[in-house]
């Protein structure tokens, strides 16, 4: 069973600083998905980024980038000039390339990240 | 394009009543999966829906919880008799299975407490 870990349950950054989220996978598959999800205050579940594991380029979304490390099996989210708003509980979620109906999300237990003004 | 839409947004019963979650999808999405929050246990996945037809609902808890989608629209969750365990938010979502990376988009959440 594909298994989800994020063992950083709470985190602090600088407004303006860097700050790396980390989470790591284990899988049999070669092919699969990565999302990170922000959940702010307001409960909202939001896409931040993702990452094709068969593609060997890291995502990027704006402030957000990933260094995915496939075969260390770990996937960190860097965000980059902090604002006060990036402050939330950040979930990574792993999903295999959906082969008959599966198309099951394995999220791990998050981590809640503060930004010191 | 309106997002998916989850109602009520707040709910609290007492122990014993019948609870209704209700749940519209993005529209020409055909995957919808249900999950509850909790402290406790994070996230987890309830079930989900293939093109309305329930594929996998092992994370249901039990008997009490039933979930259907009568079309592409709409999907319910239903918990009847409460109990005040199932006190959570739960979350809809949806995706369009055969996109380009399948991603799940999430509703905002309903969040029940049961007394």
């Known amino acids: 069973a594909q298994t989800v870990t994020q063992s950083q349950p709470e985190m602090s950054v600088q407004e303006a600083e860097t700050v790396t989220l980390s989470c790591t996978y284990d899988?049999?598959?070669?092919?699969?998905?990565l999302f990170w999800y922000k959940q702010p205050p307001s409960r909202q579940m939001i896409l931040v980024i993702r990452?094709?594991?068969?593609?060997?380029q890291n995502a990027t979304e704006n402030r957000f980038s990933v260094n995915f490390q496939k075969a260390a099996k770990s996937f960190s989210l860097k965000i980059s000039d902090s604002q006060l708003g990036d402050a939330a509980m950040y979930f990574c979620a792993y999903r295999p390339i959906p082969t008959g109906a599966n198309s099951k999300l394995t999220f791990g237990k998050g981590i809640t990240l503060s930004v010191r003004p | 394009d309106a997002g998916v839409i989850q109602s009520p947004r707040h709910e609290v019963t007492e122990m014993g009543q019948e609870v209704t979650l209700r749940c519209k999808p993005i529209?020409?999405?055909?995957?919808l999966f249900w999950y509850r929050q909790t402290m406790m246990r994070g996230l987890e996945l309830l079930i989900y829906?293939?093109?309305?037809?329930?594929?996998?609902d092992s994370g249901m808890p039990e008997d009490r919880f039933s979930a259907k989608m009568p079309n592409a629209s709409f999907s319910t969750l239903k918990i009847q008799p409460s109990e005040p365990r199932d006190s959570a938010v739960y979350f809809c979502?949806?995706?369009?299975?055969?996109?380009?990376?399948?991603?799940?988009?999430f509703g905002p959440g309903t969040r029940l407490t049961v007394l």
């Open positions: 979502a949806s995706s369009l299975r055969g996109g380009n990376t399948d991603t799940q988009y």
């Open positions: 829906f293939n093109n309305n037809v329930p594929i996998d």
């Open positions: 990452q094709e594991a068969y593609k060997q």
């Open positions: 529209s020409g999405h055909n995957s």
């Open positions: 899988t049999s598959e070669s092919d699969y998905y």
